[in-house]
């Protein structure tokens, strides 16, 4: 019954900004730490941002710090993620995901969508 539907993905050359919007139905996100994560073909699932409940704590991996953040809209049951100066290793299909707890990494968390494809590409 719960979804979490994520959208904004694309094409975009390097250099470039898309915002990422995750929004969860059939239950309310409130409670929960959300995140993103991406994965390339072959390549494990990585933690890319989370963010807290209340917004007071915020992750970001090390190769997206200065670059990504993060933000939600409680009362709209959203969560985005601003991603500028793209480049070519942040290719992947974004997930966007909720769980209990502090941890940023997807063994933490419990529900997930089904994701969309950004592709930084010349």
């Known amino acids: 019954q719960f979804q979490l539907v994520e959208s904004g993905g694309g094409l975009v050359q390097p250099g470039g900004s898309l915002r990422l919007t995750c929004v969860g139905s059939?239950?309310?996100?409130?409670?929960?730490?959300m995140g993103w994560f991406r994965q390339a073909p072959g390549k494990e699932r990585e933690g890319v941002s989370c963010i807290s409940s209340d917004s007071t704590s915020k992750y970001y991996a090390d190769s997206v710090k200065g670059r990504f953040s993060i933000s939600r809209d409680n009362a709209k049951n959203t969560v985005y993620l601003q991603m500028n100066s793209l480049k070519p290793e942040d290719t992947g299909v974004y997930f966007c995901a909720n769980g209990y707890g502090s941890r940023c990494h997807a063994g933490s968390m419990n529900g997930w969508g089904k994701g969309t494809l950004v592709t930084v590409s010349s």
């Open positions: 059939g239950g309310t996100l409130d409670y929960y730490t």
